[in-house]
């Protein structure tokens, strides 16, 4: 069984920043890709930054210059740092981590956080 645990949001001033980490526990042989999703009221999740194995990101235009995204391997941990935050930034953040449980080649599934609430507001 894998636990991916959330944890750095809460009310931000626009203007201010946030840091986000997402540690996954458990049975874990090896963890590919990790990424950054949010969810605003009414509007569909979408994708926020994605790293791989080897540490290549790619951020979504709406967060670029705004957002990096980096990861700890040895922790299983990925991090969503964000800066300038603006009132259209408040959604709940999902972490996902596709992670290997078995030995088995290309049996790697994706799991997701519990989601944490960022509230961008004076």
């Known amino acids: 069984q894998v636990q991916l645990v959330e944890s750095g949001g809460g009310l931000v001033q626009p203007g201010g920043s946030l840091r986000l980490s997402c540690a996954a526990s458990?049975?874990?042989?090896?963890?590919?890709?990790m990424a950054w999703y949010r969810q605003a009221p009414g509007n569909q999740r979408e994708l926020v930054a994605k790293?791989?194995?080897?540490?290549?990101?790619d951020i979504a235009e709406s967060a670029k210059g705004r957002f990096t995204i980096s990861r700890d391997n040895a922790k299983n941990t990925v991090y969503l740092q964000g800066s300038s935050l603006k009132p259209e930034d408040t959604a709940v953040y999902y972490c996902k981590q596709t992670i290997l449980t078995r030995r088995i080649p290309f049996d790697s599934r994706d799991y997701w956080g519990q989601g944490t609430q960022v509230t961008v507001s004076s």
């Open positions: 458990g049975k874990i042989v090896s963890v590919g890709d």
């Open positions: 790293i791989s194995k080897t540490g290549d990101a």
